[in-house]
Nanobody, 117 residues
């Protein structure tokens, strides 16, 4: 059974930091590209950051220079370090695993991030 479990969300003031974690199980982690998406109230889900099975990263323009995605293949974990948070970063953040070759894709349940004073 495949599971992606996000953690680390919460309430933070503007300018603050949070580190999201995603624990993957039931997949051969090293063969999956990992991504973080987010969905704000009333908006479509959007890609925030991705890291390939080989370690190549990409970011949405809105988070470049503030967010960092990383993965620990030994622990089957992917992280999203979020710095200089803004109110517009408020959303539910989802972890996604996408096989590098096939169309197999899995989602976590999401973790809430609220940036507010």
């Amino acid at each position: 059974q495949v599971q992606l479990v996000e953690s680390g969300g919460g309430l933070v003031q503007p300018g603050g930091s949070l580190r999201l974690s995603c624990a993957a199980s039931g997949i051969i982690f090293s063969t999956y590209n990992m991504k973080w998406y987010r969905q704000a109230p009333g908006k479509q889900r959007e890609l925030v950051a991705g890291i390939t099975y080989g370690g190549t990263t990409n970011y949405a323009d809105s988070v470049k220079g503030r967010f960092t995605i990383s993965r620990d293949t030994a622990k089957n974990m992917v992280y999203l370090q979020m710095n200089s948070l803004k109110p517009e970063d408020t959303a539910v953040y989802y972890c996604n695993a996408e096989h590098w070759l096939s169309d197999r894709s899995f989602w976590g349940q999401g973790t809430h991030v609220t940036v507010s004073s």
